[in-house]
């Protein structure tokens, strides 16, 4: 019996036409979208359009998000630990780590529920300098927390003076429902990597989802690729 | 297939207004038609996109107020005076509208129909929406966990979904629901008065052992009294998951 067999260049052809189509579509999507009749919309001139991410919309106040109650650890139980896959482990009490050289900090934040907050100022100690001397092949880092929140990011975003533990805004420590008294400070990433209430890293060979990125959000969140949720 | 669409992107879709409902002065509810909405869990939130003639948008996130239940979903959106978006919502929508979201979102502040013991729900103002969308899909899916909802609102008038809660309580099913009004108390009143505070909460919710899981939603302030005092009542910080509605933006 003869078949007819499709030769495999035309079925590549035929896939490649279809992906192309299903791409303009999403294209065409992405560049028309209905117009909100009647919306102006209420822009800042003040918040220039190279520092505010896609989405994103500046705000003066700094609103609190938090999955649950807001711990409140005594400094005198307060600890600070480097843990995981490396030569030993790093601890610090409180006393030990404000002793640290921390550095002034002035970033923009961007929160994944769309508010960005330009120029917010920081007092912290750079990871650089909680990392210098750690032997590690690592690639990967939890950041754990009182409250059993954690969040996971690469290594090499939380060096070469991308990353903190902050201990002050605006010149006041840290309040416990900004994360006092200290949090991990991201500014590259969505805030919800700046971890509140920040007790430890773990390193590691492997990447590990933490808690927003089990529960739906970006496994990296970059604002500025609107890297939001799964998938995009 | 369900897992190809959790991992997948979630894109914009179009969603057209089909029904409008004022609740309260500040409230309105938005039903959308959204064709292939993949269903959502109660508590969840969507994002929603408004575009200017002139290409500009604005994002904000909204909580979904109704159950899942085919491709219609209700948003309640309180008017918030100097906010971008939410004054559009609620005062220049109409029926036939399009505009543009995109879910469900989150899969931590939802509700989960296999916990046991009592389920605690504390609503401060519009912090009710997500709660809403819980009890919802409790009575749709006939379930009796028993659920306490304790809802602060500051007058009566500013209850969002009273008619709604009275009829899912008089169902005798194992949902009630508390009142406290702080600013203003119609004569008569029998309900709280009051702010809720830990002593509030001692008498109105469960005690620690039958605790299953308390939602708190509200305004930063009321969440940080509510799960500080769930907290000092002893009960586990674990099983208290909160959602805050913040003052800004909107």
Redesign the interface.
């Known amino acids: 019996m003869l078949s007819f067999r499709w030769p495999d260049s035309l079925l590549l052809v035929t896939q490649a036409v279809v992906r192309q189509s299903e791409l303009h579509q999403?294209e065409k999507?992405?560049e028309m979208?209905?117009?909100?009749?009647?919306?102006?919309?209420?822009?800042r001139d003040d918040a220039p359009s190279d520092r505010v991410p896609p989405?994103?919309?500046v705000?003066d106040?700094f609103?609190?998000?938090?999955?649950?109650?807001?711990?409140h650890t005594p400094l005198d139980d307060w600890d600070l630990t480097i843990t995981g896959e490396v030569d030993g482990l790093r601890r610090w009490s409180w006393d030990e780590f404000r002793a640290l050289p921390s550095e002034p900090v002035t970033v923009d934040i961007h929160c994944v529920?769309?508010?960005s907050k330009l120029d917010s100022e920081w007092e912290g100690v750079s990871l650089d300098t909680l990392l210098d001397g750690v032997d590690t092949t690592a690639e990967y880092v939890v950041a754990f927390c009182d409250?059993?929140y954690t969040t996971n990011l690469p290594l090499e975003d939380l060096t070469e003076g991308k990353a903190w533990i902050a201990f002050a805004f605006d010149g006041e420590p840290l309040e416990p429902?900004h994360g006092g008294p200290a949090r991990l400070l991201v500014p590259h990433l969505y805030f919800w990597k700046s971890a509140k209430w920040v007790r430890g890293l773990r390193l590691a060979a492997t990447d590990e989802p933490g808690?927003?990125e089990?529960?739906?959000y970006h496994n990296y969140g970059d604002p500025w690729k609107e890297q939001?949720?799964?998938?995009? | 297939m369900e897992g190809t669409a959790v991992l997948g992107r979630l894109n914009w879709r179009a969603a057209e207004v089909v029904e409008l409902t004022p609740e309260t002065s500040q409230t309105k509810t938005i039903t959308f038609d959204v064709p292939g909405w993949p269903g959502h869990r109660a508590g969840q939130h969507v994002d929603v996109r408004l575009t200017a003639d002139d290409g500009y948008q604005a994002e904000r996130s909204y909580s979904i107020a109704s159950a899942a239940d085919g491709p219609r979903i209700d948003l309640t959106v309180e008017r918030l005076d100097d906010g971008e978006v939410s004054p559009y919502l609620t005062d220049e929508l109409r029926t036939g509208d399009v505009i543009e979201l995109r879910g469900p979102v989150g899969g931590y502040f939802v509700w989960n129909p296999h916990a046991e013991g009592t389920v605690f729900l504390v609503a401060g103002g519009s912090g009710i929406v997500p709660l809403m969308a819980m009890a919802r899909q409790r009575a749709l899916e006939s379930s009796r966990i028993p659920t306490r909802l304790l809802y602060s609102a500051r007058s009566l008038d500013d209850v969002i979904y009273r008619d709604e809660l009275a009829e899912l309580a008089a169902r005798v099913d194992g949902f009630d629901v508390v009142y406290t009004l702080t600013r203003t108390q119609p004569a008569g009143w029998d309900g709280y008065g009051r702010r809720v505070d830990t002593d509030l909460l001692r008498e109105v919710g469960p005690v620690s052992s039958e605790l299953a899981v308390a939602f708190v939603c509200g305004p930063t302030p009321f969440v940080e009294a509510v799960a500080s005092g769930l907290v000092e009542l002893g009960h586990e910080p674990a099983r208290i998951k909160t959602e805050r509605f913040g003052p800004t933006g909107g």
Do not use: C, H, M
């Open positions: 999403r999507e992405e979208p209905p117009i909100s009749r009647g919306f102006r919309g209420r822009r989405g994103q919309y705000t106040d609103p609190v998000l938090s999955a649950g109650p807001t711990p529920t769309k508010w409250g059993g429902e808690f927003w089990q529960n739906g939001r949720y799964w998938g995009d």
